[in-house]
């Protein structure tokens, strides 16, 4: 795919920028577990025609014309949509994960309504709650964590926690915990305080779909994600939900948190859809996992932390405080050699935020070059090299060697 060929005849600047980007991509292992490498026909889909369209409204109910092509692939969209997830109803509308969130608050909730989500420091998101976040200053915030010993959830604090506060909703879902989530027990939980069930699964949502990861729609009343991710789309979002709250949310979507929706955007997430509903997907998340969980060992191998011991997902937590290194410090020389992931807290973390405890490390991109148990091996060996040798630049231009070597068998956007 040529990225920049009409670019370049207008704006050089802009040709050259993005054509390091395109560099960066082929050249560094993409191990940020929230990123992923979306297929050249969602690239080329989000570059169409549909870029000039507004479309305010929904399919047969929009407030402009011109909108026949914009309605089919919406409702293309919407059915694949609810045929990949088993839902009763699908808005392809919302912009971002955060907006989906915001959504669904704006929908069943008032402000000073109670939300009870996961706490960020344990591996929850800012729109669980987070002081930082709208949903924390709109909403009463509560949070429930992890347990101290072993890491997961807990879920007879949760459900005292719930007692104690009475929330109007319960947000299951993280974007930093490894194991499953059971949202049977969360409805059990929700039920039993009378609150509304949202389970956000933007991590998971690629899992879920291929049913490797315990499905929240039979249980929850609103189900959101984005779309890049594990299911390997573009940056969006979506929001799942029973039928006789489609009305709230979709106004709650439009005009209540946005207008204009992207249809370049939609049409891509009908792309995703449609190729999360292949076999060969199902064959991709099985390896997403496979890689995810022998990374994991073999970092247990070498002496890490890993948080639970390991992982039924497309991410692993490291706790480095064992390894007198920061967060911060892995993830920046890990980076200079070509291994890209984030630093990020840990449950019980002291650190500042913007220095951290720990690593999260993702195998989504990866694994959608091609990479596969052997590749596993050898990166946990780099990684381990690199963080023991954090300041040591011989090591890291050795590793970044290395790593170079490595891409270059597994090309991805290389037209």
């Not at 907006?99 to 929850?124: F, K, W």
């Not at 669980?128 to 347990?147: E, Q």
Request: charged content about 25%.
């Amino acid at each position: 795919m040529d990225f920049t060929k009409y670019i370049e005849k207008v704006d050089k600047d802009v040709a050259y920028i993005i054509k390091q980007e395109v560099k960066r991509n082929r050249e560094n292992l993409l191990m940020i577990a929230s990123e992923n490498y979306a297929d050249e026909a969602i690239l080329q889909a989000q570059g169409s025609v549909f870029t000039n369209k507004y479309a305010e409204g929904y399919p047969g109910k929009r407030f402009y014309q011109g909108v026949e092509w914009c309605d089919k692939i919406e409702q293309l969209a919407i059915d694949r949509a609810k045929q990949l997830f088993g839902a009763e109803h699908a808005n392809v509308q919302p912009n971002s994960g955060s907006q989906t969130n915001q959504s669904v608050y704006l929908a069943v909730l008032a402000p000073g309504d109670s939300i009870l989500g996961m706490n960020l420091a344990a591996g929850g998101h800012l729109t669980h709650g987070a002081p930082a976040s709208s949903s924390g200053k709109l909403y009463k915030s509560h949070s429930y964590g992890v347990n101290k010993d072993t890491y997961l959830l807990d879920y007879d604090e949760i459900a005292a926690k719930a007692k104690e506060v009475k929330p109007k909703i319960i947000v299951a879902g993280a974007s930093a915990y490894p194991r499953q989530i059971d949202f049977k027990k969360f409805r059990e939980i929700a039920d039993s305080v009378g609150a509304f069930l949202l389970a956000d699964i933007a991590h998971y949502a690629g899992l879920v779909a291929v049913k490797l990861f315990p499905d929240p729609v039979p249980y929850c009343d609103f189900v959101t994600t984005t779309t890049h991710k594990t299911l390997k789309g573009p940056r969006g979002g979506l929001i799942l939900c029973r039928e006789k709250y489609a009305k709230a949310v979709n106004s709650a979507v439009f005009p209540g948190m946005q207008g204009g929706p992207l249809m370049h955007v939609i049409a891509a997430k009908a792309i995703c859809f449609g190729e999360a509903l292949k076999p060969a997907f199902k064959l991709y998340q099985e390896q997403v996992i496979k890689n995810a969980q022998l990374l994991g060992a073999e970092l247990i191998k070498k002496g890490y932390k890993v948080l639970t011991g390991g992982t039924d997902c497309h991410l692993i937590l490291v706790d480095l405080r064992p390894d007198n290194i920061t967060g911060k410090d892995a993830a920046l020389a890990l980076d200079k050699a070509g291994i890209t992931l984030n630093k990020n807290g840990v449950p019980f973390d002291t650190q500042n935020p913007f220095i951290t405890s720990g690593i999260r490390v993702g195998t989504p991109a990866i694994t959608a070059r091609g990479m596969k148990e052997k590749e596993i091996v050898m990166i946990a060996g780099w990684m381990d090299e690199v963080m023991k040798n954090s300041t040591d630049e011989k090591v890291i231009k050795s590793v970044r060697a290395k790593v170079l070597k490595l891409c270059g068998k597994f090309p991805v956007y290389n037209r």
